[in-house]
């Protein structure tokens, strides 16, 4: 049990700051990713300690923070598919103080366009660009032809960038 | 925004952390509170309860264990109190139970001392009671004093035996000067006479100084006038 439990304080602090970043950025608020995140783990661990076969813990606790961002905007009410007009009632103000801090004004946009992305454009842009993820892995974890997910890539990109001209 | 730019803009975004404490607090919370839990709960207790876990039927057997654990108390508690009962009272037969394993001689003191107390303490609803069990356990020590004394009747034995009836009889006395005559113990006494009566033929025949027959008159001077317990303490003297 001590060895399993060191095993996963491991695995926590390779991905606490990925997953954390993931879930922030599509949900945009510092407190229900803090939550969704402990989440995540909290799960993850409930099934790392169960024995169960877990080859790739990457993939599988972005699985997890997938799905309780999912379950999290269906206990909201909403669809995945977030409209941009409701997006200024529901989230946080947008730019926090700690972003303006850290980020800069192009980046801070580019924030903000990304939380109106389509979900699986999200997942993707984030895991390629944003955790260096091949394009295999991705395939993998969201179980679509590698050429889907370049497809989608693009799409994504250039759907981000007009929201980034809209804002 | 140009797309080299745009992609150089979301790998910025990289610079999203956590706060720091939070990270281990909630590290804490998942890993820590488990294994905090764990080493709380003693290993033997947990094995035990895991072992009791394996087998279903555990669970039941605990109930049955704590139906019994209940009723084992609950006996203990009658048990206690049924000693503080007198003859006549509820659960005195409960007493006269846990009496059984005591000798007969013993158990006819007890009842002498509850009839003591009874007439000390005006119990007139308990005092029939009390001396009907006196007369019946003084047959039973007359009888096991007959066994004893047939089986091995040496001076120790004879000494055990006078001690007894001497306490009896010292509470048939005190009975007399509260106005209650339960009568004489006949069945003991037959016991004793005879008894008294085999010592003195053994004398008889036995060469004795003078002073020894001085002391052999006196014998059979107690014994006529029924003092018989009296009489084997003397016999004790001349034959110890």
């Known amino acids: ?167 | 925004m140009i797309e080299k730019e745009l992609i150089k803009n979301l790998k910025a975004l990289n610079e999203i952390k956590p706060r720091k404490d939070w990270v281990i607090l909630a590290k804490s919370q998942i890993l820590d509170a488990e294994y905090v839990e764990q080493r709380v709960i003693s290993k033997p207790a947990q094995k035990a309860w895991s072992i009791l876990e394996f087998f279903p039927s555990f669970n039941y057997q605990k109930q049955l264990a704590y139906a019994f654990a209940t009723l084992a108390l609950l006996a203990v508690g009658v048990f206690g109190f049924a000693q503080y009962t007198m003859p006549g009272d509820l659960l005195f037969p409960i007493k006269r139970i846990t009496e059984q394993t005591q000798n007969p001689m013993q158990v006819a003191y007890n009842r002498s001392e509850d009839l003591v107390q009874i007439v000390k303490e005006n119990k007139t609803q308990n005092l029939d009671s009390a001396i009907s069990e006196f007369k019946a356990s003084m047959v039973d020590a007359a009888k096991k004093l007959t066994q004893d004394l047939a089986q091995n009747s040496d001076n120790d034995s004879i000494k055990l035996a006078i001690a007894e009836v001497k306490k009896i009889q010292d509470n048939q006395k005190q009975l007399e000067t509260l106005g209650i005559n339960i009568g004489e113990a006949k069945d003991l006494d037959n016991v004793l006479a005879l008894l008294v009566q085999e010592q003195i033929d053994s004398l008889n025949d036995s060469t004795l100084t003078e002073g020894q027959q001085e002391q052999l008159a006196e014998i059979i001077e107690l014994y006529d006038e029924g003092q018989y317990s009296d009489a084997l303490e003397k016999i004790l003297l001349i034959t110890n």
Do not use: C
Not at chain 1, 1 to 26: A, G, N, P, T, W
Not at chain 1, 103 to 112: G, I, M, Q, R, Y
């Open chain 1, 1 to 167: 049990m001590e060895h399993i439990r060191e095993q996963f304080s491991e695995i926590y602090d390779q991905y606490i700051s990925k997953i954390y970043r993931f879930v922030y950025l599509k949900v945009n608020s510092q407190e229900i990713a803090e939550d969704i995140t402990s989440n995540v783990f909290m799960k993850g661990w409930e099934a790392y300690k169960s024995q169960k076969e877990i080859n790739n813990p990457g993939a599988f606790l972005y699985q997890i923070a997938r799905n309780s961002v999912v379950d999290y905007y269906r206990q909201k009410g909403r669809t995945n598919i977030v409209s941009t007009d409701s997006i200024p009632q529901i989230a946080d103000s947008g730019i926090t103080a700690h972003d303006k801090a850290i980020l800069s004004a192009d980046v801070s946009a580019v924030k903000e366009s990304i939380y109106k992305l389509k979900k699986d454009y999200q997942d993707i842009l984030i895991w390629h660009y944003l955790e260096d993820m091949p394009i295999a892995d991705i395939a993998k974890i969201m179980d679509k032809p590698a050429g889907t997910i370049r497809v989608m890539l693009h799409r994504g990109l250039k759907e981000l960038k007009e929201l980034i001209k809209e804002s």
